[in-house]
């Protein structure tokens, strides 16, 4: 199994670009998440989604859409980049939360906004 | 708000063991603790959880006391490759970082 992938690795954008990270897992797990670490500091979730179709907010989603059409998939899309966005994006995958506990982190995408 | 306090970072020598505390006292009574680490911005990396009761596997021990109000992790053989930042975390469902031990392993 590969695991959480995810593309591009390294990426700049310029104030006001769109782009979408892409996250794929292949272990079948129903949750995904999305994450964000700025220097420093701890990760801080941005979306997530228990399956499918389904996608909810988490702390700091302003700036940010999902979409969860596929098992597999969970595209973070930015619209409109803005500097405060340059970050390290984490994509996660877990199987159904509460007591499972492990959740399963990509290697993240270096994000950059001039 | 964080849920847990952490100390910002600790030493430890190589081949001894690592113990990093964590201070959880207003955890609810479903909420389990996990423990990730960081290795070098490299994505967070499952080491542990538990509820009540000690736990053990093959990368470290989970000792949490008995009104659940604190925990420590333990390395029992500390190498190079353990320097990293350790997360200690409270929850059930979704995960808040704060911002960890930076736990360093020197020779």
């Known amino acids: 199994n590969a695991g959480v992938t995810q593309t591009p690795k390294f990426r700049i954008l310029k104030i006001g670009q769109s782009m979408t990270l892409q996250c794929t897992q292949d272990?079948?797990?129903?949750?995904m998440y999305w994450y964000r670490q700025d220097p420093g500091m701890g990760l801080k979730l941005i979306y997530y989604?228990?399956?499918?179709?389904?996608?909810d907010k988490g702390e700091v989603p302003n700036g940010y859409n999902v979409s969860r059409s596929t098992t597999e998939d969970f595209p973070l899309r930015l619209e409109l980049a803005a500097p405060s966005q340059t970050s390290v994006y984490f994509c996660?995958?877990?199987?159904?939360?509460?007591?499972?506990?492990?959740?399963?982190f990509g290697p993240g995408t270096r994000l950059t906004v001039l | 708000d964080a849920k847990t306090t952490q100390p910002p970072s600790m030493d430890c020598a190589e081949g001894r063991a690592a113990n990093l505390p964590c201070n959880h006292s207003t955890i609810s009574g479903n909420e389990y603790v996990y423990w990730y680490r960081q290795i070098h911005s490299q994505g967070p990396q499952y080491i542990i959880h538990?509820?009540?009761n000690n736990e053990t596997n093959e990368m470290a021990s989970l000792i949490i006391t008995e009104d659940r109000k604190s925990s420590t992790l333990i390395l029992p053989h500390a190498t190079l490759r353990d320097t990293a930042v350790y997360y200690c975390i409270v929850a059930y469902g979704k995960l808040t970082f704060g911002q960890g031990t930076i736990l360093t392993v020197h020779p």
């Open positions: 989604s228990v399956g499918a179709g389904i996608t």
């Open positions: 538990g509820l009540k």
């Open positions: 272990m079948n797990h129903n949750y």
């Open positions: 996660a995958s877990s199987p159904p939360s509460g007591s499972s506990g492990e959740q399963f």
